[in-house]
């Protein structure tokens, strides 16, 4: 399961020191109209990529705050999973994408009536993000911002 | 480190008008980043939604994360076990 005890000595060592950062206040948006009714939107750190998109630059220190649009009507087969850790084992989202950006479960949630309709596009994030002065003062916002501005109601992130 | 990306990109969406809920690997990161909505699962790193190829399984993990968004009795942060 997801724990500390996962990783190697050194790595625990640094996850339990790290200056985790605090969101404070936390914002809070409830809902304001059924969920059947609201239009939902991914954002996954597990570094997707298209085909035809620029990879995420793995030689930024701190890593890499910006974000991909992945058309919400995307073909699972053509996502690209480039997240640069080596500590997980990469072999689920190979397999099968939806683990991490479930676009294909949006669609079904879609056709069953649970939400009632989908954004453009969701986001992808390359999620190994030790520095996130950039990700928090400039991508997140520009994220959020597309995403409001695509009449988005609710997002559903997802972490590998 | 994705666990906090994705928690700090919600707590932008929540303020931008969005509803989250993030889906949480690390019981110790989200109860320090405080994300507005978690939902804690019980996967290993890699596989936050549970399993590959099992659409069902995919789903439950969803439907429990979308519950949250739909209770009105939840306070900031709100972190749920799955």
């Known amino acids: 399961m997801g724990e500390l005890a996962e990783f190697p000595f050194g790595w625990r060592v640094f996850l339990r020191t790290y200056p985790w950062r605090r969101v404070d206040p936390v914002p809070w948006t409830p809902l304001s109209k059924p969920l059947s009714e609201c239009r939902l939107a991914l954002v996954s750190s597990a570094g997707f990529v298209l085909p035809d998109q620029p990879r995420f630059d793995e030689s930024i220190r701190g890593g890499d705050p910006s974000f991909r649009e992945i058309p919400s009507d995307v073909e699972v087969s053509e996502l690209v999973e480039t997240h ?19 676009v294909e479960r949006a669609r079904e949630l879609l056709e069953c009536g649970r939400i009632g309709s989908l954004g453009r596009v969701h986001l992808s994030f390359m999620g190994s993000i030790t520095a996130p002065g950039r990700l928090t003062r400039q991508t997140a916002p520009e994220a959020a911002a597309r995403l409001a501005r695509d009449g988005v109601d609710v997002a559903l992130l997802v972490p590998v | ?37 978690a939902l804690f699962v019980p996967f290993r790193h890699g596989y936050p939604l549970d399993a590959p190829g099992e659409p069902r399984r995919q789903h439950a993990v969803i439907e429990a994360a979308l519950e949250m968004l739909e209770d009105p009795d939840l306070e900031a942060p709100a972190l749920r076990d799955y």
């Open chain 2, 1 to 37: 480190m994705c666990n906090q990306a994705v928690c700090l990109v919600a707590a932008e969406l929540e303020r931008h008008a969005i509803s989250t809920v993030a889906i949480q690997l690390l019981r110790h990161v989200a109860e320090r980043v405080r994300p507005p909505r």
């Open chain 1, 84 to 102: 640069r850790s080596a500590l997980f084992d990469h072999g689920g989202l190979a397999r099968d994408p939806n683990l991490a950006l479930p």
